[in-house]
């Protein structure tokens, strides 16, 4: 009863919120293989961050915002479609919505594939993505195009985050 109701309140915020707007898709413990199944012999990142807790996060945040507009404007320069193959998750409920959009569109994010936890349980969605995982933000995950994949505790640096796109083009 409470996930459904979560899931009522996420999607009202969705509907209402400004156009334009990131749209957040729920992430349950289902979601991780969703998204490999979209991203299937893709290399893709999957960053988990929360808006109400991790300072870090936003130094994250705003590294990868400044990628992405790079790699959009080489993209452009260059006559091709160029995209930082980036997931994010964010480990905050539901009713943070609007806080979440705002942080994505203010670092230029708001175009991303997003998420944001929709469990009860959450340690049940934080196992699903990693048995080893405890809670500790920000955390992000490099996944080659096998889905193989290497974890990264704490802030991604831009120079391993440009070492792993050379890599995985």
């Known amino acids: 009863m409470r996930r459904a109701f979560a899931g009522i309140v996420l999607t009202l915020l969705v509907l209402t919120s400004p156009v334009g707007a990131t749209e957040l898709r729920p992430f349950t413990a289902d979601s991780l293989a969703a998204i490999k199944a979209q991203y299937a012999g ?8 929360s808006v109400n807790w991790c300072g870090h996060c936003i130094t994250e945040l705003t590294m990868l915002g400044k990628v992405a507009a790079e790699l959009k404007t080489r993209g452009t320069q260059a006559k091709t479609q160029q995209k930082l193959p980036l997931v994010l998750v964010s480990t905050d409920t539901p009713e943070s919505a609007p806080a979440l959009q705002g942080t994505l569109k203010r670092l230029g994010l708001e175009g991303m ?3 944001v ?3 009860a349980i959450p ?3 934080r196992y699903a993505v990693d048995p080893g995982w ?4 920000p955390r992000t995950y ?3 195009a096998r889905h193989q994949r290497e974890a990264v505790v704490g802030v991604l640096s831009e120079k391993k985050l ?7 083009q």
């Open 42 to 49: 893709r290399p893709f990142i999957l960053s988990l961050w």
């Open 117 to 119: 936890f929709d469990d």
């Open 162 to 168: 440009k070492a792993w796109l050379q890599a995985n």
């Open 123 to 125: 340690e049940r969605v």
């Open 134 to 137: 405890y809670g500790e933000l």
């Open 142 to 144: 490099l996944y080659n």
């Open 113 to 115: 594939d997003s998420w």
